[in-house]
């Protein structure tokens, strides 16, 4: 599990453990009293992220699955953005994860078993996205990368997306503003709420089981209903009626 230990990360880790599955997070910056096995590691150094997967394989023996959930952005205007900034952000959330799913599928192709991986998308790369244009593009390309690298790597690899919607994180109000906005916000998504963490969790879980075993180049959308049309905004219209 890369990113694996604040936000949606440390949710998706919770619920892998509470379903017996020895987790192994990482992340840039060492973590204090996570209950997992961690390692400091940049998915955008490949050096790294090879130390990181062979150390794991030698410790454990073998890789089952793997969650790239690291990424993200600070919020910048595209007129703002400098080159050196987007290249950053593109090789956090896209090649970042890109790295790491090579890496691992090295291993798998060569277990019985062979393995999983799921790539954390979002709907920024479905939609406009101004302030994170970069961020956006990325994730539009891990949907790409998904199906594609699908098709290349079965069948003892599969490979899937989670599309994410909003989350409520420790962080929800640097992103959405006070509770008062996100409660704004919250009656916008048809099911009335923001994501848990654990929403997601149990998303990649289900892809990474064996109940999903011929699901494979798939994207789960999980973002609680998504976004009515803006149109539905300026009519009298009664969707819930």
Known sequence: MTGGVRGVGAGISKVFAD???????????????????????????????????????????????????????????????????????VQLNMLGPLSVSIHANAVMQRQAQGGAIINIGSVSGRRPTPGTVAYGAAKAGIESMTSTLAVEWAPKVRVNSVVVGMVETEQSELFYGDAESIAAICENVPLGRLAKPEDVGWAAAFLASDAASYISGASLEVHGGGEPPHYLATTKADIKR
């Open 19 to 89: 379903q017996g599955a020895v987790v192994v997070t990482c992340a840039r910056r060492p973590v204090e009293g996570l209950p997992y096995e961690f390692h400091s590691c940049d998915v955008r150094d490949d050096d790294a992220v090879a130390a990181l997967i062979g150390s794991i394989v030698e410790r454990h023996g073998r890789l089952d699955v793997v969650v790239n959930n690291a990424g993200g952005s600070p919020y910048v205007l595209a007129a703002e953005s400098s080159a050196t900034f987007n290249t950053k952000i």
